[in-house]
């Protein structure tokens, strides 16, 4: 059984028994980054890594990684988003395994940013990976922290965009148009890896392979992957699912699971 796409459907099935319960959750775009938060949790942060999620919505998808890799107690994930429970509708501060605070859309890079500046003057070797969003695209400081970025070359940095098109109100090309990406984040001195986000091994060498720069890794994902009834719908952004949903959802997964 392939370790990382088993972990991936885990993650998937954590997710959207959260978004089952009564405060609902922000689904699509926490399903269509499960495949990036497998590799990374399950094969290539080390000890001395580091991880923001700068799409602090897609928290489910993260507390889900967190449970698996040992980090919090499973039995927290039943408890997401009730009163009394840590596991917060975006990452809180002492939670552990959260660097930061995030949710405010547009900081989780300059947050990134100085973790990997902080690793490059003091001879470190740690590497920081930093999860976007591509509506979060649309907030001026992710330019400008691309722009130092690419002006201090810290070598351990390597940032990450769910590029699944969709965001709250719509295509994300239709609310602020964002292409060419690659282009855009090439002209500020980053190395620029397109992948498909739900390709294991494609999303795996283009994590790890080195540079001597910035690193986007652009991930071409679909909303709500893993879910039928979901993919590729904005209404799957903040979702609360009936229980005969939730049984739809995790009959899918499973019947996806890898061989």
Known sequence: MNAAAELARQLRRDIVEMAAGPQGAHLGGSLSCADVLAVLYGEVLGERDAF???????????????????????????????????????PPRGLPGVEFPTGSLGHGLSLGIGLALAEQLTGGDGRVYVL??????????????????????????????????????????DTVGLEPLDARFEAFGWEVRPVDGHDLDTL??????????????????????????????????????????????????DARRPA
Do not use: C
């Open 204 to 253: 795996r060498t283009a994590l790890t392979t080195p540079a001597d720069r910035p690193v986007m890794v652009l991930a071409r994902t679909v909303k709500g992957k893993g879910v039928p009834f979901l993919q590729g719908r904005t209404s799957s952004h903040y979702v609360t699912l009936r229980p005969e949903l939730l049984k739809r959802a995790l009959a899918a997964l």
């Open 52 to 90: 923001v999620l700068g799409k602090g919505h897609a928290a489910p998808a993260l507390y889900a990684a967190l449970a698996a890799t040992g980090r919090i107690d499973r039995a927290e994930l039943a408890h997401y988003a009730t009163p009394g429970s840590r596991l917060f509708g975006h």
């Open 132 to 173: 976007l969003g591509d509506g979060e695209l649309q907030e001026g400081s992710v330019w400008e922290a691309a722009m130092y970025a690419g002006h201090r070359r810290p070598p351990g940095l390597v940032a990450v965009v769910d590029r699944n098109g969709l965001q709250l109100t719509g295509d994300t090309e």
